[in-house]
T-cell receptor, first 113, second 114 residues
Framework: AQTVTQSQPEMSVQEAETVTLSCTYD???????LFWYKQPPSRQMILVIR??????QNATENRFSVNFQKAAKSFSLKISDSQLGDAAMYFC??????????FGTGTRLQVTL | KAGVTQTPRYLIKTRGQQVTLSCSPI?????VSWYQQTPGQGLQFLFE???????NKGNFPGRFSGRQFSNSRSEMNVSTLELGDSALYLC?????????????FGSGTRLTVV
């Protein structure tokens, strides 16, 4: 069974600052992928960044980067130069060979001026 | 290219009725998954279809069913609706399912059962 834990229900960051969202996971599979999804009030889940478990190099997508610690089963998301448009719910998710996403409970990110 | 399209966006049904939700995946995507999102339970996997076959199923009662057509479009059906079925139902598509490409989600169908 797979589990994903997000221990921060809410986070706040000032515009232009950096924020890190935490995620830990557990899986019995050796081959899996990890994702961060963003869900704004429009409801659509938007893929922010993805990481292949067998790659040691941390994924980066523009202002978004991850810190993937495989041994610790940790997958945190760093948002640099935060913008008002980054305000949303952020979900960490894991998928294994069963082709299903297991989501964490989400972190609501507020961006203030 | 067009994204994942879910219809309808909103639906209000009465307890005991049945409902059918529709999902059109991105062209070329063969895997379609369904998720239920509620404030209490979060995001939960319902089932996945691949090439018209149910490949995986979550822990939901038999009232929840689905199917996939030859053009990869998928429908989800809930029979004998209960108040607890009120939720946002999200559909996601991907090329093959388990892959780094990830899953592209639709905007969801908000179902309210009264």
């Amino acid at each position: 069974a797979q589990t994903v834990t997000q221990s921060q229900p809410e986070m706040s960051v000032q515009e232009a600052e950096t924020v890190t969202l935490s995620c830990t996971y557990d899986t019995s599979e050796s081959d899996y992928y990890l994702f961060w999804y963003k869900q704004p009030p429009s409801r659509q889940m938007i893929l922010v960044i993805r990481q292949e478990a067998y790659k040691q190099q941390n994924a980066t997508e523009n202002r978004f980067s991850v810190n993937f610690q495989k041994a610790a089963k940790s997958f945190s998301l760093k948002i640099s130069d935060s913008q008002l448009g980054d305000a949303a719910m952020y979900f960490c998710a894991n998928t294994g060979t069963a082709s299903k996403l297991t989501f964490g409970t989400g972190t609501r990110l507020q961006v203030t001026l | 290219k067009a994204g994942v399209t879910q219809t309808p966006r909103y639906l209000i049904k009465t307890r005991g009725q049945q409902v059918t939700l529709s999902c059109s995946p991105i062209s070329g995507h063969r895997s379609v998954s369904w998720y239920q999102q509620t404030p209490g339970q979060g995001l939960q996997f319902l089932f996945e279809y691949f090439s018209e076959t149910q490949r995986n199923k979550g822990n939901f009662p038999g009232r929840f069913s689905g199917r996939q057509f030859s053009n990869s479009r998928s429908e989800m059906n809930v029979s004998t609706l209960e108040l607890g079925d009120s939720a946002l139902y999200l559909c996601a598509s991907s090329l093959e399912g388990f892959e780094i490409g990830g899953y592209t989600f639709g905007s969801g169908t908000r179902l309210t059962v009264v």
